[in-house]
């Protein structure tokens, strides 16, 4: 097996419109890509460059899921199918049909050798909503879909039993690197440019919104 690396420096990416555009879905392993700068997600590091070099806790995702109000115990209730015991700040009664905001949240693990891997939280339910559109109103301030123009680390070519795959790695503006495969059509356009236009899904933390992951959604031409 043979590889070959272009790999640049390159200056950093600003953020661009506001997109509401269907884009691309993402990967959920991130492999081989990392940061040698540490970002404002770092809560470890290592000195032992055989262990793992960074750990990063960092909002993932949002849904909005439908339920219905089960048991009042006190001043909680649980939300059915699932028993989930939440607060009952809007007063709600048992049969009320209820909308609820779950958060996801990942630990990404960057070892010595910049390899990352990802570890997802369980849905859970953060607050609730009397109908669906105060929902999606809510979590559509906090997952923000972009365009923004990011730095283009490099380019490469993997061959293996005579077939050869294109890559292309890209640093988002959250410090975070994704490499994603390209055709040949691609590869050939972006084998000498410094900055690419991509999608982004921008995900921001509930309690803290400065707080935020931004993810490769697709490519913008």
């Not at 795959?165 to 640093?171: G, K, M, S, T």
């Not at 590869?187 to 919104?209: G, I, M, Q």
Request: aromatic content about 8%.
């Amino acid at each position: 097996m043979t590889e070959q690396h272009v790999i640049k420096k390159r200056r950093r990416p600003k953020i661009g419109i506001l997109m509401a555009a269907p884009v691309l879905a993402l990967a959920l392993v991130l492999a081989g890509c990392s940061t040698d700068t540490k970002s404002v997600f770092h809560t470890d590091s290592s000195t032992d460059s055989s262990t793992v070099s960074d750990v990063a806790q960092v909002p993932w995702d949002y849904k909005i899921v439908e339920g219905t109000v089960g048991d009042l115990i006190g001043s909680d209730m649980t939300i059915l199918p699932d028993n989930t015991l939440m607060p009952n700040d809007n007063n709600y009664a048992t049969g009320d049909k209820i909308w609820g905001l779950q958060f996801m949240d990942a630990e990404i693990i960057t070892d010595a050798q910049k390899r990352n891997e990802i570890r997802l939280s369980a849905w859970r339910t953060i607050k609730t909503f009397k109908d669906e559109n105060s929902a999606k109103a809510d979590m559509d301030n906090l997952k923000l879909l972009l365009t923004t123009e990011v730095d283009l680390v490099g380019v490469y070519k993997t061959e293996y039993n005579g077939e050869v795959r294109n890559f292309a790695v890209v640093e988002l503006p959250t410090g975070n690197r994704m490499k994603q495969p390209i055709d040949d059509k691609r590869y050939d356009a972006l084998a000498k440019a410094k900055t690419v236009n991509v999608y982004l899904e921008e995900v921001h933390d509930f309690a803290d919104y400065d707080l935020a992951y931004a993810k490769f959604r697709g490519w913008a031409n």
